[in-house]
């Protein structure tokens, strides 16, 4: 479970990027994270995963208090993936050795398993494991990201903006993907999405943010139906 309370954080002393922001995600949710252009989604996403540390309120990770606790940590010892909305394959890597990458602090034998493991629930990492990452698409690029993150077995995951820039049908791949973490390994999952109503179909709760606070929040099915967020971020058209 990850909740953030009354998070106040920000990049620089003088500016509060997030204003008071509260979410949270219980074991097992698919929650997903909506909100226009720099209103603080990627931010509070980073201030989770310990790389900003909030000014004022609380990170909470299974009921403990890890808001100053360093990214490494989070990684190892409070089973966090993250996975960033940018940069977040090395393409001068094999994907191979990205997924290595994934698992470098686990002992080689169960980092070798849990590749092979993930390799079969992800094909398209299979049939090309010795090749450059740069050679991927950037559906499959996604894929490895996730695939990396999963590595040790993480029991929370942050997926910044999974489905960003990719055609329909690779988007309801990598959305597919998510659900099946969730499905297989009971992943307890907090997405930033732009693509809006296919993030909620496969959510149990959204927020929406705005200027670094929560502007709205409730089931993903009624989100997905009022007339307000459709026409406020949906385009309002009819599903
Ligand atoms: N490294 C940084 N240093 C200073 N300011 C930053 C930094 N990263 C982001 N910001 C600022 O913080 C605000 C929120 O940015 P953030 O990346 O969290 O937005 P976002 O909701 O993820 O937007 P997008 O939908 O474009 O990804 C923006 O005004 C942005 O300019
Ligand atoms: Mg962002």
């Known amino acids: 479970m990850i909740v953030v309370d009354q998070a106040v954080a920000g990049y620089t002393p003088e500016v509060d990027i997030l204003r008071g922001m509260s979410v949270r995600a219980d074991a097992g949710e698919i929650v997903t994270l909506l909100g226009p252009n720099g209103c603080g989604k990627s931010t509070l996403l980073k201030t ?24 490494h940590r989070k990684i190892r010892q409070a089973g966090l993936g993250f996975v960033p909305q940018t940069e977040n394959v090395f393409t001068a890597l094999t994907i191979r050795e990205n997924l290595q990458v994934g698992g470098h602090h686990l002992e080689a034998h169960g980092a070798r398993r849990r590749m092979d493991e993930l390799c079969v629930h992800y094909p398209v990492l299979a049939r090309k494991l010795d090749a450059p990452a740069a050679s991927m698409s950037g559906g499959e690029r996604q894929i490895l990201a996730l695939a990396r993150a999963l590595m040790p077995r993480p029991r929370l995951l942050l997926l910044d903006e999974p489905s960003a ?75």
């Open 48 to 71: 989770i995963a310990g790389y900003l540390t909030p000014r004022a309120g609380r990170v909470l990770i299974e009921g403990q208090d890890v808001s100053a606790m360093p990214v």
């Open 165 to 239: 820039g990719l055609s329909p049908k690779m988007l309801q791949e990598v959305f597919e993907a998510v659900r099946l973490i969730r499905a297989q390994e009971g992943v307890c999952i907090l997405m930033v999405e732009q693509n809006a109503m296919e993030a909620l179909r496969i959510s149990d709760r959204a927020y929406v943010l705005s200027m670094g606070t929560v502007a709205l929040t409730g089931e993903a099915a009624a989100l997905m139906t009022d007339p307000q967020v459709r026409e406020l971020y949906l385009g309002g058209r009819a599903a």
